[in-house]
T-cell receptor
Framework: NAGVTQTPKFQVLKTGQSMTLQCAQD?????MSWYRQDPGMGLRLIHY???????DQGEVPNGYNVSRSTTEDFPLRLLSAAPSQTSVYFCASSYTDEQFFGPGTRLTVL | SQQGEEDPQALSIQEGENATMNCSYKTSINNLQWYRQNSGRGLVHLILIRSNEREKHSGRLRVTLDTSKKSSSLLITASRAADTASYFC???????????FGAGTRLTVKP
């Protein structure tokens, strides 16, 4: 099993550009989530999904969109990037309570 | 807002010593989890303790939970240099699908 994979590993955007961060898992987990991690802070939940076709907002959803068309994939879209979205983004999945995290995407918005 | 607050923010010890980290939270929970993050990597689940449990062990890890004080502690015994990492607590206070993480404790174990 590859577990949770994220692409790209690094990305630099200009303000106003859009992009999609990819997340995939091969463990058949129903629950998937996106977090951002900023220096000196813990992870903050952006969006989560409890199954295909179902998504919900977390603590910091503004500026981000998600969709869940399949169990395996949970992409995160930035429609118009802002410098405040410079962060490290982690995707996670779970079957019960334990979450399995991807390696992260380091995003810089200039 | 963050639910858990870890204390201390940073901890430096010698190999072989014990390391204790604390987590306080604000609202009622169903469970509390501890995760480890090595530099530049994703988080790895260490242990989960439910609200009706007071203590749990896993190898060199010991977790306690005091729901009356809304606090938990993580003890790592006989620490090793490989234990150097950041440690985070996470709670499900808002709902079972919304985990909130603290800012973490950065542990350095000197060989």
């Amino acid at each position: 099993n590859a577990g949770v994979t994220q692409t790209p590993k690094f990305q630099v955007l200009k303000t106003g550009q859009s992009m999609t961060l990819q997340c995939a898992q091969d463990m058949n987990h129903e629950y998937m989530s996106w977090y951002r991690q900023d220096p000196g802070m813990g992870l903050r939940l952006i969006h989560y999904s409890v199954g295909a076709g179902i998504t919900d907002q977390g603590e910091v959803p503004n500026g981000y969109n998600v969709s869940r068309s399949t169990t395996e994939d949970f992409p995160l879209r930035l429609l118009s990037a802002a410098p405040s979205q410079t962060s490290v983004y982690f995707c996670a999945s779970s079957y019960t309570d334990e979450q399995f995290f991807g390696p992260g995407t380091r995003l810089t918005v200039l | 807002s963050q639910q858990g607050e870890e204390d201390p923010q940073a901890l430096s010890i010698q190999e072989g010593e014990n390391a204790t980290m604390n987590c306080s939270y604000k609202t009622s929970i169903n469970n509390l989890q501890w995760y480890r993050q090595n530099s530049g990597r994703g988080l790895v689940h260490l242990i989960l303790i439910r609200s009706n449990e007071r203590e749990k062990h896993s190898g060199r890890l010991r977790v306690t939970l005091d729901t009356s004080k809304k606090s938990s502690s993580l003890l790592i015994t006989a620490s090793r240099a490989a234990d150097t990492a950041s440690y985070f607590c996470a709670t499900d206070a808002y709902n079972n699908n919304d985990m909130r993480f603290g800012a973490g404790t950065r542990l350095t174990v000197k060989p």
